[in-house]
């Protein structure tokens, strides 16, 4: 089995950063695709960040400059930093674990980012 655990989340001033972490559990981290998602309220799923098992990363393009996504496969955890905050930021930030190998896709519970001056 395989499980998300998010953390990092808070209030934080715009201009301000914050670190998200999330922490996989099972043996499938190392060959597969992490992102992290985001929805606001009343919005629509948002894809912010995604890294590749080899390494690439692509990122939206309102949070590139701002936003950089990393792994670390050895303690199976993917990070996003996130500098110069706006109120835009605003949202439920989700881990999201893509297994190639079986098509599996997995969620974290989600963590709540709020900018607010």
């Known amino acids: 089995q395989v499980q998300l655990v998010e953390s990092g989340g808070g209030l934080v001033q715009p201009g301000g950063s914050l670190r998200l972490s999330c922490a996989a559990s099972?043996?499938?981290?190392?060959?597969?695709?992490v992102a992290w998602y985001r929805q606001g309220p009343g919005k629509q799923r948002e894809l912010v960040a995604s890294?590749?098992?080899?390494?690439?990363?692509n990122y939206v393009d309102s949070v590139k400059g701002r936003f950089t996504i990393s792994r670390d496969n050895a303690k199976k955890m993917v990070i996003l930093q996130m500098n110069s905050l706006n109120v835009e930021d605003t949202a439920v930030y989700y881990c999201?674990?893509?297994?190639?190998?079986?098509?599996?896709?997995?969620w974290g519970q989600g963590t709540q980012v709020t900018v607010s001056a």
């Open positions: 999201n674990v893509r297994w190639h190998v079986a098509g599996y896709v997995y």
């Open positions: 099972g043996s499938i981290f190392s060959s597969s695709t």
């Open positions: 890294i590749t098992s080899g390494g690439e990363t």
